[in-house]
């Protein structure tokens, strides 16, 4: 198992920017895959970013491709998100995880492919 522990949310400006980090527990991170989600008040959670386990591969969802990007420490045991040209769109919660799973569904956003996730980071982006 792993937990997660996400931070460096907060409250920005329209065009600011923010890094998330998401802190993993457990000797075994690098062969998870990991990814971002968000979700905003009144709707569903949405596929953010994924990275595989070894940092080569990563995929962003079309709404902030070219705004953010995923990276990941495998000895730091810590996955980043770098926020850019934040819009107030791209307010909500936004949780770290983390999953073994095979197949397509952690880089196609799919929920179900991630059994692990954080409590979750708050990201507002003021207009």
């Known amino acids: 198992q792993v937990q997660l522990v996400e931070s460096g949310g907060g409250l920005v400006q329209a065009g600011g920017s923010l890094r998330l980090s998401c802190a993993a527990s457990?000797?075994?991170?690098?062969?998870?895959?990991m990814g971002w989600f968000r979700q905003a008040p009144g709707k569903e959670r949405e596929f953010v970013t994924a990275?595989?386990?070894?940092?080569?591969?990563?995929y962003y969802a079309d709404s902030v491709k070219g705004r953010f990007t995923i990276s990941r420490d495998n000895v730091k045991n810590t996955v980043y998100l770098q926020l850019n040209s934040l819009k107030p769109e791209d307010t909500a919660v936004y949780y770290c995880?983390?999953?073994?799973?095979?197949?397509?569904?952690?880089?196609?956003?799919?929920?179900?492919?991630?059994?692990?996730w954080g409590q979750g980071t708050q990201v507002t982006v003021s207009s």
């Open positions: 995880v983390a999953t073994r799973v095979g197949g397509s569904g952690w880089y196609e956003g799919d929920v179900r492919a991630y059994p692990y």
């Open positions: 457990g000797r075994t991170f690098s062969s998870y895959a």
């Open positions: 990275i595989s386990w070894s940092g080569g591969s990563t």
